[in-house]
């Protein structure tokens, strides 16, 4: 049973205070930095971001420092067993849980109950840190499962871009490109901006006009022919698009690049 000794919500000390305890506070410290700090880590010092988390267990050394603004929630317990055994999660070392904002709930709910003297408080306690401990194991056992489906799926991804940007002239709708990575349209998003900072719809736009330009140079070729050999629909979508990105219609590009 999680047995909680001390906590607080939003806790302020005075500026660029130092929490130094060399054996460690004799139970487990859980803590959600607030604002930046420096941890003292065996011989690294590790300037954390708002919202790191750290979990020090028995008899480790506690040693940190605020860079400026001391601001920081944090949970003093004891337990009969450590609590990452249950609820896998770094020990002693910062780490970032992308749910935040739902720790410093929890933590503001486990406050309200440690002080409230209601009755069956210490099996409230007992649940909301078992929910704390259960949500920051399981949103980080997905983030890691999410990188490691964005190794697996790159170098597709990487090949899939590279056919596309080097046969631009084709028909890349998007329900084409999410069957060859076999996703759903907001997966295949999400990983495909997350990999090259942009959209299939950009980057096949621009490799589009860049192979028109090219072309463009070929007095032999007409404007609706170029529009065609590099897949536009239609001669207006590409000249609406070739002015937009050149500033110029494709019409008078070639005669401008000689001049």
């Excluded at 940190?64 to 944090?74: E, G």
């Excluded at 209601?118 to 056992?141: G, K, N, Q, W």
Aim: aromatic share 12%; proline share 4%.
């Amino acid at each position: 049973m999680y047995i909680l000794n001390f906590c607080e919500y939003n806790r302020s000390n005075h500026d660029f205070d130092t929490i130094f305890r060399p054996v460690g506070s004799g139970d487990y410290l859980f803590l959600q930095f607030k604002s930046p700090m420096k941890v003292y880590l065996d011989d690294k010092i590790i300037i954390t971001k708002e919202n790191a988390c750290i979990l020090y267990t028995l008899g480790m050394p506690q040693h940190y420092q605020a860079v400026h603004r001391f601001r920081n929630n944090y949970l003093h317990f004891s337990s009969d067993k450590n609590p990452a055994l249950d609820f896998p999660m770094p020990e002693n070392t910062v780490f970032y849980p992308e749910n935040a904002l739902q720790i410093d709930s929890l933590i503001s709910r486990l406050q309200q109950e440690h002080f409230s003297g209601l009755p069956h408080r210490e099996e409230a306690v007992h649940a909301l840190m078992t929910l704390l401990f259960l949500s920051i194991s399981r949103r980080l056992t997905q983030e890691t499962a999410q990188k490691d489906e964005a190794v697996h799926l790159y170098p597709l991804f990487q090949t899939l871009r590279l056919e596309m940007l080097t046969q631009c002239e084709k028909d890349w709708d998007i329900e084409r490109l999410c069957q060859r990575a076999n996703l759903e349209k907001s997966q295949f998003y999400v990983y495909y901006r997350s990999f090259f900072s942009s959209t299939p719809k950009k980057d096949l736009l621009h490799a589009r006009l860049e192979k028109a330009r090219n072309l463009l140079s070929n007095e032999a070729l007409q404007v609706k022919e170029v529009a065609q050999l590099c897949g536009f629909g239609s001669q207006a979508h590409f000249t609406r698009a070739f002015k937009a990105c050149y500033g110029c219609a494709p019409g008078s590009y070639g005669r401008i690049s000689k001049t």
